[in-house]
DNA sequence: AACGCTATTGGGAACGTTCCCAAAATGCCG
DNA sequence: CGGCATTTTGGGAACGTTCCCAATAGCGTT
């Protein structure tokens, strides 16, 4: 069962292991005709590189760390997929790690990695501030970090992709404009991350446009959880707060809520429109569907593979931040609101 | 920039690589003070040891490969933290790879996780039968595979995590039943996968039992996603084939399912009660609520991960199947069907 | 003081590659 | 056919560990 080496080659065709490497790495100068045996004889013994010689050799360990704030949700997902995309024809190895939104475990992840020596992390956050001593201390380290989705404030010399939130996030508060929704309660997400921040920022702009504007319907929840959701719904209408549609800041938060005020038997839209941004399936695959800004997550894995490789061959290569856009999708959750 | 190796220790203590490699280890004869010298220089070079050097003495990669059909179903999501509980703590490196439900990917996840050299392999197939020859010729190659959630028919010299499907299943329809349900229809999922066939036997069971079986109510459908649901729903109402409630393979088919009734005002569970399989949150983050059999999925997990291990750390280890404990879950769907 | 223990240390091979450098083989020219 | 350039090959160091084996130091005994 032993692995068959270079050096069984070797002695299976008397040939120096030299010869065969080169062979093998297709090196210019060596003989076609003893290519062509070596080739034969590597397919007949079955020979498969042993990678982590290779590694000790150049140094690499082509890994790279995948780290988010949670699976459950398929956004992560979504995201992941356009990685392997990337990555996996490349030969590296994407180890993913869960933070549960803890900073505390998004440390010991990140560490963890800097031991397995990845070649670079990928990196959702789940706490805008906390860990930016960690993230420098590896990048010091010469671990390239691209950041997506939720970024970082400071600029850490790293790479990111993201949207635009804040004009997307206020062209679904027009479309809600646009539906008839005069109270838009905004379910706003933590304040330590920067998206949920932007998202507001758009929503307040055009609700200040249309005079529209009230503190009282932001309601500013601690997590992005489908509990979080509900519970911000069940404060509005604790505290009698009026309001005729909801603009939440991820999809879980909307279906949280949702799913509260169908239990109240709140109809929806007609009594309650609802619109999210996020992009994953779930917003789909309620009823009725969800109106939401949907990220190019597939893409948004493949751009920040793509960064982090860049980083990866040329340490020196300049950071970017790569903005893509995200579309605007209309569900029954919003549309036909006042057609009963 | 450059990582601090033994030899820079070896170097800056005047000690030999081999005692500081010793006192690294835990060796047990090496003296303490020079011990504590080590651990100190280690602590302040802030040596890290290069884990390919390691892993080619060893001749193990501490990478593990977790194969799943999908990961947008929070299914896999949460069976993996289970995993990484298990696994990282003992320097594991949890490789995930995603088949798209399709047993051609899956062959090929299975055969770069050969090429990257794993130490195992934990893995839920996608397609019963189609890859049984990758699945021999990898544990020929000395890598030892578990299977869990969905495992392959014949008796390869693998072990395996499930749940007791059929038994689970039997005292799911017999709930429907004390509900008042009688035209039960089974949304069945492919047959290709042992789970749906054990499932569907457990539903078969106890609608003969209670006199109730008509092989018409079996909707067999191709995948188990969302939109498998609805069109498995649908083709029951194109058919007119009446039914009362209907118990489905995966809480994808459940909510898929509901969700197209739910858009032809089909109330549920009053005209027709849900019931599912599988314990994923999405049961519980749809409104109503989805009655279903719960599987333990991080445990199962925690288990697969500990059946590896055990594997690997004894290559002739005996093989087992370690049949985990379901709960059944009552919610919204079912319930208080017939008070209205 | 010589001896034999044991406790501690060092030297160096080995893991499987890659690649630099030198050696050998080949081809071509006059 | 000698000499030179060029193609092709081989030898062996290096990557950073671990661990076997040998060497040394320390110490008590007689």
Same mark, same amino acid.
């Given at each position: 069962m032993k692995r068959t080496t270079l050096k069984d080659l070797s002695q299976y065709l008397s040939v120096s292991t030299s010869t065969i490497s080169r062979a093998l790495l297709d090196d210019k100068d060596v003989h076609?005709?003893?290519?062509?045996?070596?080739?034969?004889?590597?397919?007949?013994?079955?020979?498969?590189?042993?990678?982590?010689?290779?590694?000790?050799?150049y140094g690499k360990t082509k890994n790279i760390g995948f780290v988010?704030?949670?699976?459950v949700t398929p956004f992560a997902a979504a995201v992941l997929s356009g990685v392997q995309k990337v990555l996996y024809p490349l030969g590296y190895k994407v180890i993913v790690l869960q933070s549960d939104e803890n900073h505390l475990y998004e440390k010991d992840?990140? !560490? !963890?990695?800097?031991?397995?020596?990845?070649?670079?992390?990928?990196?959702?956050?789940?706490?805008?501030?906390?860990?930016?001593?960690?993230?420098?201390?590896?990048?010091?380290?010469?671990?390239?970090?691209?950041?997506?989705?939720?970024?970082?404030?400071?600029?850490?010399d790293a790479s990111h992709v993201i949207v635009n939130d804040s004009i997307k996030a206020a062209l679904m508060v027009e479309h809600l404009i646009s539906c008839g929704c005069q109270k838009i309660a905004h379910l706003q997400g933590p304040s330590t991350?920067?998206?949920?921040?932007?998202?507001?920022?758009g929503y307040r702009?055009?609700?200040?446009?249309?005079?529209?504007?009230?503190?009282?319907?932001?309601?500013?929840?601690?997590?992005?959880?489908?509990?979080?959701?509900?519970?911000?719904?069940?404060?509005l209408l604790e505290q009698e707060?009026?309001?005729?549609?909801?603009?939440?800041?991820?999809d879980t938060l909307a279906i949280g809520a949702m799913n509260y005020l169908l239990e109240r038997k709140v109809r929806i839209p007609e009594d309650v429109a609802i619109a999210s941004f996020s992009g994953t399936q779930l917003s789909e695959n309620v009823f009725p569907q969800i109106t939401t800004v949907e990220q190019p997550l597939f893409q948004m894995g493949e751009t920040a593979?793509?960064?982090?490789?860049?980083?990866?061959?040329?340490?020196?290569?300049?950071?970017?931040?790569?903005?893509?856009?995200?579309?605007?999708?209309?569900?029954?959750?919003?549309?036909?609101k006042n057609t009963d």
């Open positions: 076609p005709d003893t290519r062509k045996k070596v080739l034969e004889a590597a397919e007949k013994l079955g020979y498969k590189p042993n990678l982590a010689a290779v590694n000790l050799k988010v704030p949670e699976m992840n990140l !560490l !963890l990695l800097q031991d397995f020596n990845v070649d670079g992390i990928l990196l959702n956050l789940c706490h805008e501030t906390a860990n930016i001593d960690v993230f420098k201390q590896i990048m010091e380290a010469g671990i390239p970090l691209v950041f997506f989705d939720r970024i970082p404030p400071t600029s850490l991350v920067r998206n949920a921040v932007e998202r507001a920022n702009r055009i609700m200040n446009k249309h005079n529209l504007f009230q503190s009282q319907l932001v309601v500013q929840t601690s997590g992005t959880s489908f509990a979080d959701g509900k519970s911000a719904v069940a404060s707060i009026e309001f005729d549609s909801i603009f939440a800041y991820t593979a793509s960064l982090l490789l860049e980083k990866i061959t040329n340490p020196l290569a300049a950071s970017q931040t790569i903005v893509l856009d995200a579309q605007m999708k209309y569900r029954g959750s919003t549309v036909n």
